[in-house]
């Protein structure tokens, strides 16, 4: 998988946009970006993905640069259950389904 | 609510043990993959199964094995435990489909080895 870099935590005041980066400067031209989270002792849920274009969704938009070497999942108003840690994954192109996690960002809002 | 059934949901067993895991995909979808997540780390992949047959492995020993049913559920066996499978181990399963990948995950089964 094309690695990824994420912070380890943020902080976010409820209410306020929250915006995740996320370095994959290894990227290739046909691999997709995804986005999950994880709340505390749940399985992985899926946010959203993108290719080359900004895509947005009732959970998120993920913003992509043009040259595609980091993106951002952009969470427009943070609420308290939005506090989790988010995965930002490349899934290895020959090996679809194998998703390399990472440590990913610990997200923390706060009231 | 991902449609995604995963049992036991905890289980404690001893060094040595073997232990079973069950899975339960989606309607419909033919592809199920192990995720193992120890305390504070990402879910690491064990494996995928697509079609009854082992599709992909991770780094991890043959006594993780799995099975694939007919249903498309799922089993994860993991012979001779040491306490370093100590984990939350993660079922999720997908379509094979490039542009729509989405996984979709169970709770997982939180599996504790005294």
């Known amino acids: 998988d094309a690695k990824t870099t994420q912070p380890p935590s943020m902080d976010c005041a409820e209410g306020r946009a929250a915006n995740l980066p996320c370095n994959h400067s290894?990227?290739?031209?046909?691999?997709?970006v995804y986005w999950y989270r994880q709340i505390h002792s749940q399985g992985p849920q899926y946010i959203i993905h993108g290719l080359k274009n900004n895509e947005t969704n009732e959970m998120a938009s993920l913003i992509i640069t043009e040259d595609r070497k980091s993106s951002t999942l952009i969470l427009p108003h943070a609420t308290l259950r939005d506090t989790a840690v988010y995965y930002c994954?490349?899934?290895?192109?020959?090996?679809?389904?194998?998703?390399?996690f990472g440590s990913g960002t610990k997200l923390n809002v706060k009231p | 609510e991902t449609g995604v059934t995963q049992s036991p949901t905890h289980l404690i067993k001893t060094r040595g043990q073997q232990v079973t895991l069950r899975c339960s995909s989606q309607s419909g979808h033919n592809t199920v993959s192990w995720y193992q997540q120890a305390l504070g780390q990402g879910p690491q992949f064990i494996f995928q199964y697509y079609r009854e047959e082992e599709n992909g492995r991770g780094n991890f020993p043959p006594r993780f094995s799995g099975l694939q049913f007919p249903n498309y559920s799922s089993e994860l066996n993991v012979n001779a435990l040491e306490l370093d499978d100590s984990a939350l181990y993660l079922c999720?399963?997908?379509?094979?489909?490039?542009?729509?990948?989405?996984?979709?995950f169970g709770e997982g089964s939180r599996l504790t080895v005294l």
């Open positions: 994954i490349v899934p290895n192109r020959n090996n679809f389904n194998k998703f390399y």
């Open positions: 290894t990227i290739s031209g046909n691999e997709y």
């Open positions: 999720a399963s997908s379509l094979p489909d490039r542009n729509t990948g989405e996984l979709f």
